[in-house]
């Protein structure tokens, strides 16, 4: 699904160049469900928009479900984005005037799809996240574990390939995140291949393998026995 | 380009902060009114003042006698001369462009003596000997009876037309003044009929105190011969009076032995000319209209543009959302382009409403207080509008053009860190 080979990325400051990624080759067969972990600065983030077609690279291949991504103008970018990936942040990024219905209805709206379609399908992917008594309240009427869900319908309306999620959970409690874990979990299960950044080990451990980035470099990358989030709630 | 969810997207953005976006809407409203008040008081102005020509032909010239300024053929200079019938008839044979010549004499005048009784009352008028074709020159309402025809003329018939302020000063409130005499400078004049100046504005005090009386009978009745006071000349449609000018003093210099450079002689009033002047003047004040309004509206786009520009930066991060969730730049851009210009229209749309209100209560107040001197229906045409709102539109898009375009120069990911 997702194929990477010498990924560089460097960032530009005054005369200051920071090198972040140093040659990244790594990829992601359909289903799987990966963390990436490193210490802070390390570079997962920055990983993870160029995967998310948010960024760049600087040198390197990346090819998403067999599509070269290389040099896109804009306008691609913004329609493979819309077609191809879902996006989960640690902040929520939910519109906050806009009712939990309409910002899963979102991705579907950029689609061109029309609004009675559209607010079927977000009702139902509320539904699935458990929020559907919650269609029409406005997000800051709710908890942040509610945000996140609401989050979590967002990426999944525009049924994308690939779910991208940058610390899911580091805005939550441990409860919390562990029934976001569940949810991701179950999705994961239903065959959507799943990118999680993530610096707690636990969390990590829900997933079925980690990536360990260092310096701009992976320095490990193993597969690991999945602990079922359920199991801790 | 709109659709119903478009629609609702824009007007929700807009109404996330209503207070905001009502003071934003405020500064075009403001200018759109004041741009419109501005024009409709020009016009109200130009109403007013071309109503004080009432409504004399304005292709038209008035011509009197002065003295001579050049002594010319053995005649000496400073002489006095009469004009006769004779110039009449020779400027009618000899320049067919001209519609009307009318010759006129005059008696007396509202601030003179009294010179007009009709038994035991007495009153100062303005008597005019003229011709029928008067009235075509300057329009009047006869109120009763008649005006004065040819066969008054032929006839030398002592008839008179009496003005509205005539029958107040001879006569009692039920009496009928037709057929009935007055005296005017001691000669019995029968009243065929009264008048008043269709105009309401002017010089209506003036008009209402005159009394028309046959040219013929004047002469006859006051010992003028055939002499001429002055004479009211119009061109025909499309034959400038201005322009026919030079023509009429010639043949009159040639008649009375005027020094053809002397200029002073024949005194004159140019209507078309002043009127073109005062219509020039107006057309200046329209431009300036336009001008000052269309400064006082571009502060207006000006604060929408500058608000744009905050929400697109306070929105930077949702706008960073939208570009995740797969907005197109075009699609970011054109909708701030359409916020803007929804903003710009229906503040542009209250305030012309709102003028038009205004302009309603003054011409209300107008109507019901009387008429004020040099103003009069203050209005605006629909071209005038539509030009409003052609600005609205072009100034829309102008506002928004530098807020669209902020809102997608960053990189999402780069839009997507800012809180
Ligand atoms: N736009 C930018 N301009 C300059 N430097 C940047 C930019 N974005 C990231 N960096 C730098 O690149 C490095 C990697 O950043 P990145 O956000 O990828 O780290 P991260 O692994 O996600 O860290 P964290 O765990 O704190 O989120 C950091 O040193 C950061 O300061
Ligand atoms: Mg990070």
Known sequence: MIEIKDLHKSYHMGSNTLHVLKGINFNVKEGELVSIMGSSGSGKSTLLNILGMLDEADTGDYTLDGFAIKNLNEKIAANYRNKFLGFIFQSFNLINYKSALDNVAMPLYYQGMKRKERVEKAAHYLEKVGLADWSHHLPNEMSGGQKQRVAIARALASEPKVLLADEPTGALDTKTSYEVMDLIQGINEEGKTILIVTHEPDIAQMTKRIVNLKDGLIINDTKVEQVRAISNV | MFSKDRWDEILEALSANKFRTLLTAFGVFWGITILVLLLALTNGLRNGVTADFGNFATNSMFMWTQQTSIS????????????????????????????????????????????????????????????????????????????????????????????????????????????????????????????????????????????????????????????????????????????????????????????????????????????????????????????????????????????????????????????????????????????????????????????????????????????????????????????????????????????????????????????
């Open chain 2, 72 to 419: 010319y053929k053995g005649l000496p200079k400073g002489r006095f001369f009469n004009y006769k019938l004779g110039d009449v008839e020779a400027l009618k044979a000899e320049i067919p462009e001209l519609k009307y010549v009318s010759p006129r004499l005059q008696l007396g005048g509202y601030s003179g003596d009294n010179n007009v009784t009709r038994g035991m009352k007495t009153g100062a008028f303005q008597v005019n000997g003229d011709y029928p074709e008067f009235i075509k020159q300057q329009p009047m309402d006869i109120t009763s009876g008649r005006f004065i025809s040819y066969s008054d003329i032929h006839a030398k018939r002592k008839t008179c037309v009496i003005g509205v302020d005539v029958v107040k000063g001879l006569y009692d409130k039920e009496e009928d003044p037709l057929g009935t005499y007055i005296k005017i400078s001691g000669v019995n004049f029968m009243v065929v009929g009264t008048f008043k100046a269709s105009n309401s504005q002017g010089d209506q005090e003036e008009d209402a105190n005159t009394i028309f009386v046959p040219f013929t009978s004047f002469g006859q009745a006051f010992n003028s011969g055939d002499n001429v006071g002055w004479m009211a000349i119009t061109g025909h449609d499309g034959k400038s009076i201005t322009d026919l000018k030079p023509k009429i003093f010639e043949i009159i210099k040639a008649r009375h032995k005027i020094h053809p450079d002397d200029n002073r002689a024949i005194g004159n009033f140019d209507l078309s000319e002043a009127f073109g002047r005062v219509n020039g003047l107006f057309s200046i004040l329209g431009f300036v209209g336009y001008f000052v309004g269309a400064l006082v509206l571009m502060s207006g786009i000006i604060g929408i543009s500058n608000i744009m520009l905050i929400v697109v930066k306070e929105r930077t991060k949702e706008i960073g959302v939208r570009r995740a969730l797969g907005a197109t730049p075009w699609t970011i851009k054109s909708q701030i382009l359409q916020e803007s210009l929804i903003l710009t229209i229906s503040s542009g749309m209250v305030g012309i409403s709102f003028a038009a209100g205004v302009i309603w209560l003054m011409n209300y107040i107008l109507d019901h207080s009387g008429p004020v001197d040099n103003f009069a229906n203050p209005s605006v045409g629909m071209s005038v509008v539509f030009t409003a709102l052609f600005i609205l539109v072009v100034s829309g898009l102008l506002a928004g053009l530098i807020p669209a375009n902020s809102a997608t120069k960053m990189k999402p990911v780069d839009a997507l860190r800012i809180d």
